[in-house]
């Protein structure tokens, strides 16, 4: 009996190794809600980005194609990070800890308040481990200036240093300069 307990214990945790291993590579990022992400943090603290898109929004499609489909850039993201997508005009409530979001005057005022109120598509916005602004950054991004940001942002480079010195000197030497 312990032999087969022992067996059906080395199975579950042999096949949840490797979902994790096999969704960590599959090249797909990992995208969950901002309540998932908020209850993910409060079990194990992790950086969250967030992608603040709206459905119009055609360099939102962009990224969704090119960028977050790139290898390097979905690992790395996986790794790191809890990845949100946010609808700006999403109509549900968004609930995170005691505070309520609503949809008002054409948003949900999560989106307003990650974007500070500059309502700009697409707009990644990034939080550290305790779910507080690191920065919102606007704007269309390839695979290779976003795998730049979320390194910036991921390994803590932007408590020690200026980004135009990491994009020159850190990112070329740490990660070969590629995406």
Request: positive net charge; contains cysteine; glycine residues 8%.
């Amino acid at each position: 009996m312990k032999k087969i307990l022992l067996g059906v214990l080395c199975v579950l945790f042999f096949s949840k190794t490797n979902a994790q291993t096999a969704a960590v590579s599959s090249g797909k990022i990992n995208w969950m809600t901002l309540e998932q992400a908020y209850a993910a943090v409060q079990k194990e603290p992790r950086k969250i980005v967030i992608d603040v898109y709206t459905g119009w929004c055609g360099w939102c499609k962009v990224m969704d194609q090119k960028t977050f489909t790139d290898a390097k850039v979905a690992e790395y993201v996986n790794q790191k990070f809890y990845a949100v997508k946010l609808d700006a005009e999403q109509k549900d409530d968004i609930v995170i800890g005691t505070q309520k979001y609503i949809w008002q005057n054409g948003y949900n005022q999560a989106g307003v308040a990650l974007l500070q109120g500059k309502m700009s598509f697409p707009t990644m916005v990034y939080l550290d481990e305790k779910f507080n602004m690191i920065q919102p950054v606007p704007g269309y991004q390839e695979a290779k200036q976003f795998h730049q940001i979320i390194t910036y942002f991921g390994d803590d480079h932007y408590k020690k240093g200026e980004w135009e010195k990491y994009q020159k000197e850190v990112y070329p030497k740490q990660y070969g300069g590629t995406k």
